[in-house]
């Protein structure tokens, strides 16, 4: 197709403006640079041909932004970035904020284009007086260019090259600004200039640091605050005001005399505000795992999302968690804020996080695998006692090496008994220690003969599947094993999602039955929580929703729900497991939550360790107890499975049904007013809550672009709704 007349003459009319400010940028800032303007001439020819053919779509108009997280009920829980930024909309900024930058950094902004010609003049006057370069008459607009630059360079020599003094670093400025200002209203490059200055003490972003220095909202700032803020942009390390409050307070009051002197306030205001203090409230910068409300449970989450970022290639890794940091995500977990706060204080309730033994609790939702809560009786912390190890968790989520399971491993042998027809009432002779030969691994090898004995030699006589189990008699499951085999044990244990804690197979020994496998308590109670679900194992989940800031959901590794034993067998297991908590149970000192539970105790060799893991219909948890500094050197005497982990299992499982609340849907709201959302989702049951960042959508400005989460959330929990800033936007 040809193209139209009016269409070419448009183009030509753009290429010449192009030219003309190619060749007029080329001396001016030849001029503006080398004061003593021997640079002009051939130099000047060659940037203006530079200027032209410049490649300006190197540059996102997207600074960095941090990633949030959030609970399933929508509480935020942590955040990741590698500039502390809020961006907010230009009406979200007061407007004597937006006066006083405009005052100090660019009066005439409204009125010039790319370049302002009157203030470059000015400083090309200043400059050639005094011989060197005092004034660089930058425009905002360049300013704003040169900190999208900044916020794109990626290593340190692109960082320097943004940064040097040179010509060729202010020629580039100019071009990227002359872009800016064909493709951005002004109204758009201000607010973006707004949301991407540095405003000193870790604040990017006018919304960041009226947060950081006063404890408010943008659009809240006062006069005398607007003028400490814009003062700070100049040199933000030299004005920071909490490092250096006498620079800043000088500059603060020059900043007010620049507005007396544009006649924006009077010299009476300027008079008693200069008088004043400052008056900060500073509020700390709070960001990563170590600050989150929810620490340990953000190690698990982080790792998930890097290894999501990354497409699960570790060489990839780094990369993956600069993207987090910059990349402004929107991240739902299945964390349930209410429940994880009263496990915790479940756990506290029975330990000291001064103390080296160390209790790790974790719950998992029946017939999801959603990872509910995730709580350590240690502080996260760098310095003794406290700890950063994940100890809940598998090395692959920041634990360590993990914790011997104990009995509760025995139910794996049960299942696999079961599966292969034994009766329930099918029985042995135990006797209180055993000596049992003929095992043979998976590859059929033939294992040492294994001597095995109950916690007390007198604990012996005939037991079936249901005594033996409710007795956790272990020379009654050395021979069930035998009877099996091992390698049935192991490979339906595999079945239910265990592994070790340090990402190895399960080792196939005679003692696995007894839990001498170390592994997490996240993989137990998920794997518990498979039997409760009638035999649908789910692999545990802890990220519902990742957004980018667009509104564009990542698509999430699938959900695995498998049917890995039949419904009979593990309502059989269920039913036999609650027998723990009869008369003649290990369990039946310990208080029920309701009445519909099961569970096992374990308490591992030598007392290293103790374990509980338990069940309802709806919620599976698993609680370890042990010295982590080593639990075959520290044993923990005189502790069993039913002792201290099944009363923290006990307390926090009470804790989670009391707040237990299940997913329901969130309506589809894409395109609706911000009313008809809020009035929907509280018809459905959840909460809204408005995003202060609108976002560039299709949709009309001030409609509903899309919502987090979009899918489901928890019965009572918050969506967050953001709102389109139009097409254009």
Not at 91 to 97: F, K, L
Not at 267 to 283: D, G, I, V, Y
Not at 475 to 496: E, W
Not at 549 to 557: D, H, I, Q, Y
Request: hydrophobic share 35%.
């Amino acid at each position: 197709m040809l193209e139209s007349g009016d269409r070419r003459e448009t183009r030509l009319r753009r290429a010449g403006r192009l030219a003309a400010m190619g060749a007029f940028a080329g001396c001016l800032v030849a001029m503006l640079m080398l004061p003593g303007l021997a640079a002009i001439g051939m130099g000047a020819k060659k940037m203006a041909s530079d200027f032209e053919n410049m490649d300006v779509q190197q540059i996102t108009r997207s600074p960095s932004v941090r990633s949030t997280v959030y609970s399933a009920d929508g509480h935020e829980i942590a955040t990741f970035f590698s500039e502390y930024r809020e961006p907010v909309r230009l009406d979200q900024v007061s407007p004597i904020m937006k006066k006083t930058i405009l005052a100090v950094e660019d009066a005439r902004f409204y009125e010039h284009g790319a370049l302002d010609v009157k203030g470059t003049l000015r400083a090309l006057m200043r400059n050639t007086s005094v011989g060197e370069v005092r004034e660089g008459g930058s425009s905002l607009t360049q300013q704003y260019a040169k900190n999208l630059l900044l916020a794109n360079a990626r290593t340190d020599q692109e960082r320097q090259r943004v940064t040097a003094p040179t010509v060729f670093r202010k020629i580039r400025e100019l071009r990227h600004a002359l872009h800016l200002e064909q493709t951005m209203s002004k109204d758009q490059i201000f607010e973006g200039y707004l949301n991407i200055a540095y405003f000193g003490a870790g604040a990017y972003g006018v919304q960041a640091a009226a947060q950081r220095y006063f404890g408010k909202p943008a659009s809240q700032l006062s006069l005398a605050e607007a003028a400490l803020l814009a003062g700070i942009t100049k040199n933000p390390y030299a004005y920071d005001p909490l490092l250096h409050p006498q620079a800043a307070k000088e500059r603060r009051d020059t900043v007010l005399m620049r507005m007396t002197e544009l006649k924006l306030i009077t010299e009476a205001q300027k008079k008693e505000l200069s008088a004043a203090p400052l008056k900060l409230k500073p509020q700390p910068i709070r960001g990563g795992c170590s600050t989150s409300r929810a620490p340990f449970y953000c190690m698990y989450v982080h790792s998930e999302l890097i290894k999501l970022l990354s497409k699960g290639d570790p060489k990839r890794a780094k990369e993956a968690g600069e993207l987090l940091q910059r990349g402004g995500y929107q991240v739902r977990t299945t964390l349930d804020w209410d429940s994880q706060r009263g496990v915790q204080q479940a756990v506290n309730a029975h330990t000291s996080h001064e103390s080296d033994k160390v209790a790790a609790q974790a719950i998992v939702e029946v017939g999801t695998g959603h990872l509910k809560t995730l709580a350590i009786s240690k502080r996260f912390g760098f310095k003794s006692p406290d700890t950063t190890l994940n100890l809940a968790a598998d090395m692959a989520h920041g634990g360590g090496v993990g914790v011997s399971a104990g009995s509760t491993f025995k139910i794996f042998t049960l299942l696999a008994a079961l599966e292969k027809g034994l009766p329930v009432k099918t029985s042995f002779h135990a006797p209180g220690s055993t000596q049992i030969g003929g095992y043979r691994d998976c590859q059929g090898r033939l294992l040492p003969p294994w001597q095995v004995k109950n916690s007390h030699e007198s604990e012996s006589g005939k037991f079936d599947l249901r005594t033996g189990t409710a007795q956790s008699v272990n020379t009654f499951y050395a021979k069930l094993q035998h009877q099996i085999g091992i390698c049935s044990a192991v490979k339906m244990a595999h079945r239910f999602g265990m592994k070790r804690a340090d990402g190895k197979p399960l080792q196939e020994v005679p003692s696995q039955v007894l839990g001498s496998n170390e592994i997490d308590m996240v993989h137990l109670a998920a794997a518990y929580a498979g039997i409760a679900n009638h035999g649908v194992y789910c692999s545990p989940v802890a990220l519902l929703e990742v957004t980018d800031p667009s509104g564009k959901k990542l698509a999430l590794p699938k959900n695995e729900c498998k049917q890995v034993v039949t419904r009979q067998t593990a309502d059989t297991t269920y039913d036999i497991m609650r027998s723990v908590f009869g008369e003649k149970g290990t369990a039946a000192q310990v208080g029920k939550p309701s009445g519909s539970v099961a569970g096992k105790t374990g308490t591992c060799e030598n007392f290293s360790c103790a374990v509980f893991a338990g069940i309802s219909r709806n919620l599976s948890s698993a609680v370890a107890y042990w010295d982590y500094r080593g639990g075959f050197k520290y044993p923990v005497y005189g502790v069993y499975g039913a002792g201290t982990p099944a009363s923290i299992w006990s307390a926090a499982l009470s804790a989670a049904h009391r707040t237990y609340r299940p997913l329901v849907p969130v309506p589809q709201l894409n395109g609706t007013s911000l009313g008809t959302a809020m009035t929907v989702l509280q018809q459905t049951g959840l909460n809204g809550a408005v995003s202060a960042k609108p976002v560039a959508s299709k949709l009309p400005k001030g409609s509903v672009a899309y919502v987090a989460p979009s899918t489901q959330s928890e019965q009572g929990g918050t969506v967050t709704i953001f709102l389109s800033n139009g097409p254009s936007g």
